[in-house]
Protein backbone atom coordinates (compact mmCIF):
# COMPACT_ATOMS: atom_id res chain seq x y z
CA UNK A 1 0.00 0.00 0.00
CA UNK A 2 1.33 3.70 -0.27
CA UNK A 3 0.24 6.67 1.44
CA UNK A 4 0.24 10.19 0.23
CA UNK A 5 0.25 13.34 2.50
CA UNK A 6 0.32 16.81 1.55
CA UNK A 7 1.68 19.88 3.16
CA UNK A 8 2.26 23.53 1.89
CA UNK A 9 -1.05 25.20 1.65
CA UNK A 10 -1.99 28.42 2.98
CA UNK A 11 -3.56 32.19 2.20
CA UNK A 12 -1.25 34.14 -0.84
CA UNK A 13 -2.62 37.26 -2.61
CA UNK A 14 -2.96 37.31 -5.77
CA UNK A 15 0.36 37.23 -8.10
CA UNK A 16 2.36 35.11 -5.34
CA UNK A 17 3.77 31.98 -4.55
CA UNK A 18 3.39 28.86 -2.61
CA UNK A 19 4.78 25.14 -3.19
CA UNK A 20 2.87 22.42 -2.29
CA UNK A 21 4.37 18.98 -0.92
CA UNK A 22 3.44 15.83 -0.83
CA UNK A 23 5.23 12.42 0.70
CA UNK A 24 4.61 9.33 -0.25
CA UNK A 25 5.20 6.31 2.13
CA UNK A 26 4.44 2.74 1.81
CA UNK A 27 5.58 0.72 -1.21
CA UNK A 28 6.92 3.49 -2.86
CA UNK A 29 8.77 1.37 -5.62
CA UNK A 30 4.96 0.70 -6.84
CA UNK A 31 4.02 4.25 -8.06
CA UNK A 32 4.16 4.83 -11.67
CA UNK A 33 3.12 8.13 -11.37
CA UNK A 34 2.20 11.33 -8.87
CA UNK A 35 0.17 14.20 -9.67
CA UNK A 36 -1.78 16.78 -7.79
CA UNK A 37 -5.57 17.38 -8.90
CA UNK A 38 -7.77 20.41 -7.13
CA UNK A 39 -11.76 20.83 -6.52
CA UNK A 40 -13.07 24.41 -5.72
CA UNK A 41 -16.24 24.59 -4.33
CA UNK A 42 -19.56 23.44 -6.29
CA UNK A 43 -16.89 22.14 -9.38
CA UNK A 44 -15.24 18.72 -10.46
CA UNK A 45 -11.78 17.13 -9.14
CA UNK A 46 -9.96 18.13 -11.74
CA UNK A 47 -6.37 17.38 -12.66
CA UNK A 48 -3.58 20.09 -11.92
CA UNK A 49 -0.58 18.27 -13.25
CA UNK A 50 0.92 14.98 -13.05
CA UNK A 51 4.54 13.75 -13.12
CA UNK A 52 5.30 10.49 -14.00
CA UNK A 53 8.68 8.36 -12.51
CA UNK A 54 10.71 8.88 -15.75
CA UNK A 55 9.91 12.49 -15.40
CA UNK A 56 6.99 13.24 -18.29
CA UNK A 57 4.50 15.55 -17.35
CA UNK A 58 1.43 17.13 -18.10
CA UNK A 59 -0.72 19.90 -17.09
CA UNK A 60 -3.88 21.44 -17.42
CA UNK A 61 -4.24 24.64 -19.35
CA UNK A 62 -5.38 26.76 -17.38
CA UNK A 63 -2.14 25.99 -15.31
CA UNK A 64 0.67 25.84 -17.91
CA UNK A 65 3.43 28.27 -17.80
CA UNK A 66 2.19 29.38 -13.61
CA UNK A 67 2.66 25.97 -12.35
CA UNK A 68 5.48 23.29 -12.30
CA UNK A 69 5.36 19.68 -11.02
CA UNK A 70 9.02 18.25 -9.98
CA UNK A 71 9.70 15.09 -7.52
CA UNK A 72 12.65 13.63 -5.93
CA UNK A 73 14.34 10.49 -7.84
CA UNK A 74 12.77 7.47 -5.54
CA UNK A 75 9.48 9.08 -5.89
CA UNK A 76 9.12 9.69 -1.94
CA UNK A 77 7.98 13.36 -2.50
CA UNK A 78 6.30 15.13 -4.97
CA UNK A 79 6.26 18.85 -5.65
CA UNK A 80 3.64 21.44 -6.86
CA UNK A 81 5.56 25.31 -7.28
CA UNK A 82 2.58 27.44 -7.81
CA UNK A 83 3.65 31.25 -9.29
CA UNK A 84 1.37 34.16 -10.20
CA UNK A 85 -1.42 32.46 -8.44
CA UNK A 86 -4.75 33.91 -9.62
CA UNK A 87 -8.12 34.33 -7.44
CA UNK A 88 -9.61 31.12 -9.84
CA UNK A 89 -6.77 28.96 -8.60
CA UNK A 90 -8.62 29.02 -4.83
CA UNK A 91 -9.19 25.22 -4.82
CA UNK A 92 -8.43 22.35 -2.20
CA UNK A 93 -5.52 20.12 -3.67
CA UNK A 94 -4.90 16.71 -3.59
CA UNK A 95 -2.48 14.36 -4.05
CA UNK A 96 -2.76 10.84 -6.13
CA UNK A 97 -0.47 8.62 -6.60
CA UNK A 98 -0.93 5.94 -9.20
CA UNK A 99 0.09 2.51 -7.71
CA UNK A 100 1.28 0.08 -10.68
CA UNK A 101 -1.82 -2.31 -10.69
CA UNK A 102 -4.17 0.40 -11.80
CA UNK A 103 -4.95 1.59 -8.12
CA UNK A 104 -4.57 4.98 -6.58
CA UNK A 105 -3.63 6.64 -3.51
CA UNK A 106 -4.89 10.26 -2.29
CA UNK A 107 -4.39 12.33 0.22
CA UNK A 108 -6.38 14.62 2.15
CA UNK A 109 -5.69 17.46 0.35
CA UNK A 110 -4.32 20.81 1.66
CA UNK A 111 -6.65 24.43 0.56
CA UNK A 112 -5.09 26.91 -1.00
CA UNK A 113 -6.58 30.18 -1.26
CA UNK A 114 -5.78 33.00 -3.25
CA UNK A 115 -6.98 36.78 -2.49
CA UNK A 116 -7.69 39.05 -5.11
Known amino acids: QVQVVESGGGLVQSGGSLRLSCAAS????????MGWYRQAPGKQRELVAR???????NYADSVKGRFTISRDTGMTTAYLQMSSLKPEDTAVYYC??????????WGQGTQVTVSS
Open 51 to 57: ITRNGST
Open 26 to 33: GSIFRITA
Open 96 to 105: NAVVFGNSNS
